[in-house]
């Protein structure tokens, strides 16, 4: 999957290596894969800084999901091209938040989600990630289905960043609201909450968990 997101640590100066032919053709084409918009495809820049997760990924992840995403508030960390939320949006869910700090690629998804008919249940913000989840998110009181995919180097180097936004999250969330993390073997998901109802999947290279908040 993705190393979506472009909240990033670069430095100033620091050149990012070119992309591979193989990512190239590896992000060829950003389409909804089921639900009502199935089919569909989305814009997208061709920046591999916004890379979008692939198709298969993304339909496993919905897989595992099923049908719990309808009616909830589908919230898209590090967005990106905002396929996952779109996705949801498509298959049912009531609203989508996306949170992506480049303001360029932010306006995109604006844009997808009015071509797509459904802009008038997308809020999209340009902000930081990290700096969001601090300032504790007013959502909706609804169920939600969160989306942290982040750029994988976040989880070794920002380690301290990713569990506060996580756990904050899941502090926040209303009871019986689904979490899916995506990261690769170099994170741990034994260091989140109650790790043992983390349903964790590998789909080299990436790693997706699945949690379920319960009623209290």
């Known amino acids: 999957m993705s190393r ?3 909240d990033s640590t670069t430095k100033p100066g620091e050149r990012r290596s070119p992309p591979s032919q ?3 053709r590896d992000t060829v084409g950003v389409r909804i894969i089921g639900g ?3 089919g569909r495809k989305l814009a997208y ?3 591999m800084r916004t ?3 692939k198709d298969r990924l993304r339909e496993a992840v919905f897989n595992l999901v099923g049908p719990e995403v309808r009616g909830t508030h589908a919230v898209d960390l590090f967005a990106g091209t905002g396929a996952l939320g779109l996705e949801a949006l498509s298959r049912g869910a009531a609203r989508a938040t996306f949170i992506e700090q480049h303001f360029p690629t932010a306006e995109l998804i604006r844009k997808n989600a009015s071509a797509l008919g459904v802009g008038d249940a997308v809020d999209v913000i340009g902000a930081n990630t990290f700096f969001w989840g601090r300032r504790g998110p007013k959502l909706s009181e609804v169920r939600w289905t969160v989306f942290c ?3 994988y180097r976040f989880y070794v180097d920002r380690t301290a960043e990713m569990l506060e936004l996580i756990v904050g999250l899941m502090q926040t969330a209303p009871a019986e609201s689904a979490f899916v993390v995506e990261a690769d073997d170099q994170f741990d998901f034994g260091q989140l909450p109650e790790p043992a109802r983390w349903d964790v999947r590998a789909y ?3 790693v ?3 949690f379920r908040k319960q009623a209290q």
Do not use: H
Request: aromatic share 0%.
């Open 4 to 6: 979506r997101g472009r």
């Open 22 to 24: 193989q990512e190239i």
């Open 36 to 38: 009502t918009l199935r």
């Open 45 to 47: 820049s061709g920046d």
């Open 51 to 53: 890379r979008p997760m």
């Open 149 to 151: 995919s982040p750029p």
């Open 204 to 206: 080299a290279p990436a």
């Open 208 to 210: 997706v968990g699945i």
